[in-house]
């Protein structure tokens, strides 16, 4: 991506990685299409270089509508984020099929609805950068974010199979695997737990660990200005990097998961979640 300036669109520019992937990209030159569901999402980017649109990577209209004004803007798209979606967190007993097909149609469906939208276009220029968001709970399943782990796992595969059959057409595909990054990712995942019917369930009694697994994305997180400095700078080598890790825990994470067994693993994490107190309840009785 050695042309300057680029034009980038980004989806799920409200809060986090992609607000701020959408000014770093700005400060650097480039014309910058921030989109968030919500419009009002996006009206605190009023900077040089950043437009700001509509788009909901749940609506093939809405995506239809959006690429349709981008490319009447700017002619061409040389750089798509694929950055919008949200963390389901609850047990999966308590979750219900319409929440896991809501998680998945977020953050994979739109990942696929964006990409066959936007390739197209990049293919008549014969270049182009397409980076999808995944997530190192991708790689290391955790407790009480079953879906969420499993919608982005499946990003890391369809990204993997996106890369080798678009790479000989000229497209780069580029999967980024963010650790712990300080945004609104929290807020919402507690909202989504809050709402959980838990009294009934057989976790009511760890209920706080629930809540805690909604917030440790947050423990400890990068500034999302430096974490989107540094991914800024890794996909404007010549030869960018596939996959591409930053924040905290994003090399725990991927080790913990490719280096212990798969039951030292469990443990650990049961533990951290408070499952142990349950198996000890259940064996008193």
Known sequence: ???????????????????????????????VFATARRPDAVEGLDVPGIERLRLDVT???????????????????????????????????????????RQIETNLVGVLAMVQAVAPHMLREGRGMIVNVGSTSGILTTPFAGAYCASKAAVHALSDAMRMELEPLGLAVVTLQPGAVRSAFSDNAMQIVGHMSLDDSPYAPIRTFIEQRATTSQDGAMDAAEFARKVVDALSRRKPPRIV?????????????????????????????????LTGTRRGR
């Open 1 to 31: 991506m050695e042309l300057s300036p680029n034009v980038v669109l980004i989806t799920g520019c409200s809060s986090g990685i992609g607000r701020a992937l959408a000014l770093e990209w700005a400060h650097r030159g480039h014309r």
């Open 59 to 101: 609506d093939a209209a809405s995506i239809a509508e959006a690429m349709a004004e981008v490319i009447r803007r700017a002619g061409r798209i040389d750089v798509l984020v694929n950055n919008a979606g949200y963390g389901l967190m609850g047990p999966v007993l308590v979750e219900t099929p319409d929440d896991l097909r």
């Open 245 to 277: 890790r930053f924040g905290r825990h994003s090399v725990m994470m991927p080790l913990m998961r490719w280096l212990l067994p798969t039951r030292t693993s469990d443990g650990i994490l049961r533990r951290r979640f408070g499952l142990d107190r």
